[in-house]
């Protein structure tokens, strides 16, 4: 049986875009079952519900209280099944209950190599800091933002010339690409989280250290 995923977004949804046409795909092991936002007009909604996937808006306006925000989404997540999660521009924090309770089944992706450029105005911080390499990682969720452990990452040099708006657009290019790869390993049992540590199974990782997700996708 495939494994019953959920996608959190608040936004535009170009990665939850991406996960959707992997799920679609023969073979792959998670199925993308629900789509949640917590904002009504999030333009993503439309790629689930295009796809026939079911959609859930859970407004955080209309809770006082952060942790009974987190309390609606995961008695959501709850009566789906669930069993992994992936926040794809979610712009929320969830609470550290949530993040213990689902630790091990939820995932992010942020644009940058973490650890470095955690936060926003990533692609900005980049280019003033004179980095010749940016890109992206898909971690484990943890109750430190963007702080925990990295399941994978794709690397984009930066161009002497970069703008914040075109690194961002090939990063996010390399986005698409590595949270499929991502979920995959996970979905599959050959990444997880292990006393707080991502722990790898039938693994190689290239030898710069930097995973290619096709690499990740061939090797089995
Ligand atoms: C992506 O850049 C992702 O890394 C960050 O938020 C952005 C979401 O973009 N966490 P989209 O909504 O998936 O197009």
């Known amino acids: 049986m495939r494994v019953p995923t959920a996608v959190l977004i608040s936004g535009r949804g170009s990665n939850l875009k991406a996960l959707l046409e992997a799920s679609a795909s023969a073979g792959y092991p998670a199925e993308i079952v629900l789509v949640v936002s917590n904002i009504e007009s999030a333009a993503g909604l439309t790629y689930a519900r295009t796809a026939g ?5 859970i407004p955080h306006t209309s809770f006082s209280r952060r942790e009974d925000f987190d309390a609606a989404l995961d008695a959501a997540l709850q009566k789906a099944n669930i069993e992994l999660i992936c926040l794809a521009g979610f712009m929320r924090i969830l609470s550290e209950g949530f993040v213990e309770k689902w630790q091990g089944r939820l995932l992010n992706i942020h644009p940058s190599l973490l650890p470095s450029f955690k936060g926003t105005r990533v692609h900005e911080r980049a280019i003033e800091s004179g980095v010749r390499i940016s890109g992206c990682t898909v971690h484990f969720v943890t109750a430190q933002m963007d702080s925990g452990p990295p399941i994978a990452q794709a690397a984009v040099p930066v161009h002497c010339d970069e703008t914040a708006e075109s ?50 996708s061939s090797n089995r």
Do not use: C, W
């Open 53 to 57: 996937i079911t959609t859930h808006v």
């Open 167 to 216: 690194l961002a657009y090939r990063v996010l290019a390399a986005e698409h690409r590595l949270y499929p790869a991502a979920l995959k390993l996970v979905a599959e049992g050959r990444a997880r989280l292990v006393s707080g540590a991502a722990v790898f199974q039938e693994y190689r990782s290239s030898g710069d250290m930097l995973i290619n997700p096709a690499e990740i």
